[in-house]
Structures are given as structure tokens and as C-alpha cells.
């Protein structure tokens, strides 16, 4: 059962409101305090149309800044339209959420996970009335839990300095990771991924995009089981250990008994194996180098 701990969270520094109130522009600023992460073990934030930072640093809080622009195509903004398009917090089963709450915007949970969408057909905004926002966030946070970030629109997402697992997608932009540790996945559809790891990954981790490039870079002691998937691109590497594996043959159950299905990619290992890592595109390539 989900525990709401916060509804209106954008909280006003500033408003800048264009000529006939077709644009307004107001300040986020939002603390998270220690006492409210005492029992939770992961951030999860979630963007939908801008830019979103996330920054781990040695503190002991959450830390939400940024802005939050709403745009009318026809006639005048009023105080029920702005107010209705906020961050809005939630914890549940041990993680904090922040998302973008909205009309059309539909939130549920189930097994533990957020499904978090907008539905276009329900949004009471018509063609002649149509309402346009956006989100440009910046979040600090403490370096050792882990995050789950994503935005989808006209936006970039990069976080950086997170020592303890990263979930990081986009649809229609691109993925930079900087400096990260832990288990890691970074996916977007429209946009290239760029990795940094900070120490050679232990944990297996996976990279995916439709339509663009990904480039790993990790220390030179990298020790991985590495496949690869893309219907037009190929992969790419400066570390000179590599050896080719066997097909990956993997069982599943079947009613009664096992079935046993070949990987549709060649494995290879870099240095003496270890984490696996999983890379998938279909317009693209990969590469994974050394950090200098």
C-alpha cells in the first residue's frame, strides 16, 4: 500500500509570466531530509519532458531544484492549469518516487514497480486549447543509494557520482553516465549512451538504444563477458586481452521438461571475464575503451 508523502512539491522561488499569460515560469526547490530516508533504498525520479540531472555527493539528503515552464498555444494560462502540473512524492515498498503529475498523466504500481504514462486520449486539453510544460531538474543526492532516473522528451539525462547502482532511459535523447559504480543499465530509443565507469564494473550491466551509438569507457583492469547485438553496426574495442567464447546455450523450462535455445550473439571476454555486459541497437555501434 503506497503512503503519500507529499502532493504539491514544486515550490515557488520566482514566476516570470509572459505578455497575455501565455508562459509561465516558476522555481523548484525541494528538501528531501534525512529523517525521510532513513528506511528507504532507493530515488526513483521521473521526467517527462526536459532536461534531468542527477549528482551524488556526500550528504545525507535529497536535494530537487530546477524549473518548471507551462505554455498555452491559445488564449490564457489560469492559477487551476498551473497548479495541476507539479512534482508530486510518493514512497512505496521502501523507495521514494517524484514524478511529473499532470492531466492525461496515469501512475500505478504493481509488483513493485511504477508504471508511469500519459494518456493522451484522456488529457482534457483539446487541439484549440492545448497546454504544453516542462520540467528542467537537477537532483543531489546521497552518493551510495541507488537511482532510477528517466525523461522522454526534448530532454538530456546525465547522473553522475552514484557509487551504488543506476537505472538510467530516455526515448527521445540521449543517456550520459559519469563517474558510476554497481549494477548498471542505461537504454534510451532516440539517442546515443555515453558510460563512465569510476572502477571497473563487478556487476553486469546493459546498454540499449534503437537508433544511436554506445561508448563504454572503463579503467584498464576491466575483467567482462561481453555480447552484442545490432542489425547495422559493430563493436569496437582498444583493450587488446579479448578472446571469442562459445555460442551461449541457454535451458529453459517447457511444461514437463527443458528446452534449450542458442544466443543469437558470439560472446567475447575482455581480460578474465567476470561482470557480463549486454549491449543491443539496431542503428548503431559500440564501443568500449580504456579510460587514460
Not at 16 to 26: F, G, I, M, P, S
Not at 70 to 99: A, C, F, M, N, S
Not at 133 to 146: A, D, L, T
Amino acid at each position: 500500500m503506497k503512503k503519500i508523502i507529499g502532493i504539491l512539491l514544486a515550490g515557488l522561488i520566482a514566476v516570470q509570466v509572459t505578455a497575455q499569460n501565455k508562459r509561465v515560469t516558476e522555481g523548484i526547490d525541494i528538501q528531501i531530509k534525512k529523517s525521510a530516508l532513513s528506511s528507504i533504498d532507493g530515488f526513483i525520479i521521473k521526467n517527462i519532458n526536459g532536461d534531468l540531472k542527477v549528482s551524488g555527493y556526500d550528504g545525507d539528503e535529497i536535494l530537487i531544484t530546477g524549473s518548471k515552464t507551462i505554455r498555452k498555444k491559445r488564449g490564457e494560462l489560469d492559477q487551476k492549469t498551473i497548479d495541476e502540473i507539479y512534482l508530486r512524492q510518493e514512497e512505496h515498498e521502501g523507495k521514494i518516487y517524484v514524478y511529473v503529475q499532470a492531466p492525461g498523466v496515469e501512475v500505478r504500481f504493481k509488483d513493485g514497480k511504477m508504471r508511469h504514462s500519459m494518456n493522451w486520449n484522456r488529457n482534457r486539453w483539446d487541439d484549440y486549447d492545448e497546454v504544453h510544460f516542462e520540467f528542467n531538474i537537477e537532483v543531489k543526492m546521497p552518493e551510495s543509494m541507488m537511482v532510477k532516473a528517466s525523461t522522454v522528451n526534448g530532454g538530456k539525462l546525465i547522473v553522475e557520482n552514484m557509487m551504488n547502482g543506476v537505472d538510467a532511459g530516455n526515448v527521445n535523447g540521449d543517456v550520459v553516465l559519469k563517474e558510476v559504480a554497481g549494477k548498471t543499465h542505461a537504454h534510451t530509443v532516440n539517442g546515443d549512451i555515453e558510460v563512465y565507469f569510476a572502477k571497473s564494473p563487478t556487476d553486469d550491466s546493459r546498454f540499449n538504444t534503437v537508433n544511436g551509438s554506445m561508448e563504454i569507457y572503463s579503467p584498464k583492469d576491466l575483467g567482462a563477458v561481453v555480447t552484442f547485438e545490432s542489425l547495422h553496426g559493430d563493436l569496437y574495442t582498444d583493450f587488446e586481452q579479448v578472446t571469442r567464447l562459445k555460442a551461449q546455450l541457454n535451458k529453459e523450462k517447457d511444461g514437463k521438461g527443458y528446452r534449450y535455445r542458442i544466443g543469437k550473439s558470439t560472446p567475447i571476454q575482455i581480460g578474465d571475464g567476470g561482470a557480463k555486459m549486454e549491449f543491443e541497437t539496431v542503428n548503431g555501434s559500440a564501443y568500449i575503451r580504456k579510460r587514460n
